[in-house]
């Protein structure tokens, strides 16, 4: 009786804090639907459900990867693959069904891409988060990750500024596959991946806990959501560029000279509120779900890692490299890997190749910058 009073007010406060937590998402959504539109406002939601269940749940990219290739634990990696399964199982038909209102995250593979993954492999290890990783670990409080935001957006803004000349260098056209035959033969790959991460498991590190299976589930659906309320996949990197680009117009430079930004479809979004930016209402998604898992737990305490002035300089370095590689590349590990396998692009699983591979490089730069493994 005496243990169950005790955890009475521990209950209740965290309760409260939960309750707190809906009820301030709910009602800034209302604000944005109100102000944008009802379909601004959902995404704004779905961006907090994706933040939330990221850090609440542990679900993520780089993570995962560190883990299959320092302990051969394929268990996050394997949540991933199912994650994607469950998607491209719902949009191949949405795609081929509505391609009037719907579209992939498609792009083409070149010499820029190729080389923009690497190095986004390399420097996702060398922060310790991707795109999305890097949003939720700020919106959690994590130091570096905070640091390291706002050189990613400024990476991504000048990468943009020189996307045309990197293209310029040589690539394939738009290469994609779809409806049946393309389902399956994307459904064979991701089975071709989940089995080889099985083969090199150790055998005690077979098991996926069930968070990540339920992380997987939830993930899933709302990028679905995503794709339907959006009528285009989960991105990242396109809303940081956004930000820096509007940061620098506001201080009175000009982005008229880049054929990037002078095209008709980003004036318009130079000029138009970020609340009516699909990308960027995601991410701010993403870090408020992050922040209110975090103040559920009980708040935001400082990070326990020594914070060495290596770790610093490498959180701007990195950030800033990630930034840049990720918009040469056409997106991240959610923007390129996840939504370009998930809706029949080629360039999705070149990606991944190159960018796993920088990861091995990433592991090894980061232990010799005495960083820990």
Known sequence: MISSLKAAPLLASRSFRISLCATSLGIISIAVAANAGPRFGLLLLIGGGMGATLEGLGFGFAGPWRRLILARNPSGFLAQILSMALVALIAFPLLEGHPAELTGAHAPVGFAMVAGAYVFGICMQLLLGCGSGTLVNAGSGNLVAILALPFFAIGSFLGSFHLSWWTSLGSLPVITVSGTNGLLLTLAGL??????????????????????????????????????????????????????????????????????????????????????????????????????????????????????????????????????????????????????????????????????????AGITIRNRLGMGR
């Open 191 to 360: 089975g071709v991946l989940g089995g080889l991460a099985l083969l090199i498991a150790e055998k005690p590190k077979l098991s996926v806990p069930p968070r990540l299976w339920c992380a997987a589930l939830i993930i899933a659906a709302l990028a679905l959501l995503h794709l339907v309320v959006a009528g285009q996949p989960w991105g990242v990197v396109y809303g940081l560029g956004l930000w820096a680009a509007k940061g620098v117009i506001a201080v009175g430079a000009d982005v008229s000279s880049s054929s990037f930004w002078s095209a008709p479809a980003h004036q318009t979004r130079l000029s138009s509120s970020i609340l009516t930016d699909v990308t960027s209402l995601t991410n701010l998604g993403l870090m408020a779900g992050a922040a209110f898992v975090t103040f559920c737990r009980g708040g935001f305490t400082a990070s326990q890692q020594t914070l060495t002035p290596t770790i610093w300089v490498s959180a701007v370095v990195a950030g800033f490299l990630l930034g840049y590689s990720s918009r040469l590349a056409f997106g991240c590990n959610v923007g390129a890997f996840f939504s370009g396998i998930t809706t029949g692009s080629l360039h999705g699983w070149v990606w991944f190749l190159c960018a796993f591979a920088g990861s091995f």
